[in-house]
DNA sequence: CTATCATTCAATGGAATAATTGAATGAGAT
DNA sequence: ATCTCATTCAATTATTCCATTGAATGATAG
């Protein structure tokens, strides 16, 4: 067992990560916290998990070096170890896209294609609202947005969409955006808001990777 | 089981190629496949792995769309799906070296720090090798060699290195390389040749991001 | 057509992993 | 100090995964 070449180890560190990303579950966990920290009891919720199973998840991406943990009072908060995680997130993507016919299938299905064609790239929307004729639209919860948004963003989380489309000019061209590439939210508003009139595209990926970008992101409540 | 969202299909997929990943048997499989299409009899050979216990691997990780097979008289010969995978293993790479502290141990104990540091980029060989004072040196067995190696590079394998050495130029510097970061043999062969005072050096990677890096590579043996 | 060889399949036993339950910890609040 | 609550630990069961064995394909060679 321990007579084994340098390279017999590394590979083992490097499978430990590996098969600590191969669950759904923990990859749902990591697309949570790549929004922000997270405590445990959010994190249950949020993916519908049970409070004991979503620790027990945790303490072993903790343990990978996948998260790390910080307690502050009663509570104990998770968030990513590194943006290199985020990284290793997206090159998983794109093999699982390019190999994995089915995933294709799930994602022309469930969303339309064309708006992800037609989604708007961050450098896009950089440029764009420099000029200010452009309405940043977070579709996600309040307390997501809280944790970090786009500056100058308006919050409408996709629930209440419909009851405030009075808040949106109609006049302005709308970018929409939510966690990642595969948020179903902003997809679902630019369908709900095109079906109203409006002019609304969908940024590509979501905030974690615009923060991951290096661009600069706002916390707290507007 | 079926009332899931798209969510939860596309993570359940993501997390098949993860798991995939997550052995070390199989990286072990994947850093060969890097090198070129390779039969199982040989991968197994070159993993010490039984037959059985390879195919087996193999046909998981084809079905996870890592690799594909191909069927030459009563040969398979297996090669890489695609070069995402080549990418997906470096981030895995970064996270795993960033978060694992066992894994910089295991490096900086086998490995002599200083020669990674001073390890030539691929920019640096290409001008350098133009200019044509250079010896480029490829320490893999010979199979490997044939399969694909660097332009003008010249196939000395490690074990037969010593009984060799008349055919390297003393007045050359040396860039030395073989399978890819973490792969022994280059790093053996330096610490060899400068122990006969050669100058030398390693090349970053290896072969595989030699190649996925768009640049020429040579193929049958010299 | 039969023999041979590389690979795959099928089945086994053994090991690791996942989810649930209920109890234990550790920090604030009363 | 005692209580409450978020989190973790421990133990259980069900499931999945791993490596080996021997038999079955599928292709070439004689």
Redo the contacts between chains.
Sequence with gaps: MSSQ????????????????????H???LL?QLAQGERSVEVLAQKTGLSIANASQHLQQMRR???VASRRDGKFVYYQL??D??L??L???????E???A??EQ??RS??NERDALEAVSREELLQRSRVGAVTVLDVRPEDEFALGHLPGAVNIPLRVLERRLAELDPANEIVAYCRGP???LSYEAVAALRARGFKVRRLEDGLPEWRAAGLPVVSGSA
């Design positions: 070449g340098p390279k017999q180890v590394l590979f083992a560190q490097f499978a430990v990560v590996a098969k600590t990303l191969g669950h759904a923990r990859l749902e697309e990978a070096g996948l170890a590194d290199s995680v990284d290793v997206a090159a998983l993507r794109v093999v699982a390019r190999s994995v089915e995933v799930v994602v469930y969303f595969y948020c179903v």
